[in-house]
């Protein structure tokens, strides 16, 4: 065990006579790790699968001429400034923050007390050697992929604790889920992945972290800069009803900061979708007919106000979902008003509004060339492909199985070729996006059943073949005979849920073909700790 004396600088951030050297799959390790292993040995795949080219990324104009002239906001400067916290790992909240949360309710103060070593950091404090290659992992749908490890007695303490999502860190060293207790869990890679050898069981995952809202969440998500070798830049942030924004230290757990909006009769008003820039500078938060951007620099209740509707035109509704394009200086906004909409990043300008789902927007992402983003909708079987260069109608559509309100996410590979998406009858189906069939649109390349319940969550690793699934939902009740409970003298219909086995898990799966040496990737995956026994889906 390495003694840590300070956190280490990131790879593109070493002096110049410390230049880092090229690594095998030495990945950043965990937020929450003190330990440092071996580098990380991926499960041996059943198949030789080549491995998979990327598709080009597709260029193009901009949606209008005025995105061709906007260039997005300079980069911003680290959390550690921005939110107004010393350097070290644990820092404490300044005065001026903690009068930000002062009025917070009980229950979001009274967080589990966590077991000794359950918040711990983890950085690598040496090169990996210089004569190693860089390798980056491709996704391989062509075969079932293998289940490695998951978490379930985490989620079954309580009655109808089904999980709502989970979500890789943007440099891979944890996933972050979310559940209807209302607790964010954070979860490190399994440790066996860094063991040499093949693992044949992996042990059960257990939250490093837990964070405790006070109320349903509406949303949560990474921060866009996030890396686990600068702790000033990993932080959560949630929204739930009836209580501002919150950010949260993926580090400790510790509530950091808030961002607070009133409205028009100075009442606090929750947000129902969150969403970093790029750049990280700013929050973007959907209200009703409003997009509010808070400046990361200034937690409080300033922000900027961004009508989506006025004079009855636009956009109207609860913006409840926003995503950027990684390559326009814009961003979409979807409502539970079945619409979608288009905005200048600069100043929130209306660009486009689109129409085309049966039901209201709860998921956006776009594709890595930033001219094509994906959208879905609750009680809507279809998934939406829209070209900005063509915005007037969808590109393509894809069928999935969505048949409640629940946001049932999907998920794009860092390549752009893959599309995944859960389904509420629990399948998990992935589409070739780079390759389209006799009908103009992808063709499912494979469909499989994690578990006989809703899978709700999908992500994707950023650099290596691992997919997370979430699942559960809200279940009720059977009306049955009374003398099926054995009380034949009363013949009245009773509730029971005897029937009902509900399956609420977070699980991980290998999904990967070959290793690809000639791209460079610095953040090749994180050491974590947890991982399960047995398990495995089927083809459907």
């Keep these: 065990m390495k003694t840590r004396e300070a956190p280490p600088l990131a790879p593109d951030c070493l002096p110049s006579d410390q230049a880092p050297a090229p690594a095998r799959l030495s990945p950043q390790t965990s937020s929450m790790d003190k330990n440092t292993d071996p580098e990380l040995m991926p499960p041996p795949s059943n198949g030789g699968d080549p491995p998979l080219i990327s598709p080009d990324p597709m260029s193009g104009s901009a949606v209008s001429q005025e995105l061709e002239e906007a260039d997005p906001a300079s980069l911003s400067i680290p959390l550690e400034t921005e939110f107004g916290t010393p350097s070290k790992l644990s820092p404490r909240i300044e005065d ?10 009980a229950e979001e103060t009274n967080r589990p007390e966590l077991r000794s070593g359950e918040a711990m950091e983890c950085v690598s404090e040496e ?10 992992w491709n996704y391989s749908f062509s075969q079932l992929p293998r289940f490695l490890s998951g978490s379930w007695s985490e989620f079954s303490t309580q009655p109808e604790n089904f999980l709502k999502g989970c979500k890789w860190a943007p440099d891979g060293s944890c996933i972050l889920t979310n559940s209807a207790d209302n607790i964010l869990r954070i979860y490190n890679l399994p440790s066996e992945l860094y063991k040499e050898g093949e693992q044949l069981e992996y042990a059960e995952m257990a939250p490093v972290l837990r964070m405790v809202e006070g109320d349903t969440i509406y949303d949560y998500c990474w921060y866009s800069l996030m890396s686990s070798a600068q702790p000033d830049t990993s932080y959560v942030a949630s929204s739930s009803r009836e209580n501002p924004i919150h950010i949260w230290d993926a580090f400790t757990g510790e509530l950091r900061a808030s961002f607070r909006a009133y409205n028009h009769l100075d009442e606090l008003t929750a947000a129902h979708s969150l969403c970093f820039s790029p750049d990280g500078s700013q929050l973007f938060c959907g209200f009703n007919r409003t997009v509010r951007v808070f400046s990361t620099t200034r937690p409080g209740r300033d922000c900027e106000v961004r009508a989506t509707f006025a004079k009855k035109q636009g956009q109207s509704g609860i913006i409840s ?3 950027f394009s990684p390559a326009q200086p814009l961003y979409a906004c979807g409502s539970y008003s079945r619409s979608l909409g288009l905005y200048a990043w600069d100043d929130g300008s209306p660009l486009s509004l689109l129409g085309g789902h049966q039901g209201g927007i709860t998921h956006l992402c776009f594709h890595p060339d ?6 879905g909708a609750r009680k809507d079987a279809e998934l939406l492909c829209w070209d900005l260069r063509q915005p007037g109608y ?3 559509s894809l069928r999935r199985e969505v048949t409640t309100n629940q946001r049932i996410y999907f998920d794009l590979d860092p390549t752009g070729q893959f599309l995944v998406s859960g389904n509420t009858s629990g399948a998990v189906s992935v589409w070739d996006i780079s390759v389209t069939g006799h009908e103009g649109k992808p063709e499912p390349v494979l469909n499989f059943l994690p578990q006989n319940e809703c899978t709700n969550g999908v992500s994707l690793h950023p650099s290596l073949p691992l997919l997370a699934t979430a699942s559960g939902q809200r279940v009720f009740p059977e009306p049955t005979e009374s003398g099926d409970e054995g009380e034949q003298e009363m013949d009245i219909p009773l509730l029971s849920m005897r029937h009902i086995h509900p399956e609420y898990q977070l699980q991980l799966w290998w999904c990967g073909g070959s290793q690809d040496t000639s791209i460079p990737d610095c953040h090749q995956g994180e050491k974590g700790q947890g991982g399960t026994e047995g398990g495995g889906g089927e083809f459907i």
Excluded: Y
């Design 96 to 105: 001026q923050e903690l009068s930000e949360n002062m009025s917070l309710p």
């Design 127 to 136: 090169p990996a050697p210089e004569d190693e290659e860089s390798i980056t």
């Design 321 to 323: 979902c926003i995503a």
């Design 370 to 375: 930033g001219n094509r983003f994906f959208s």
């Design 394 to 396: 969808p590109l393509w």
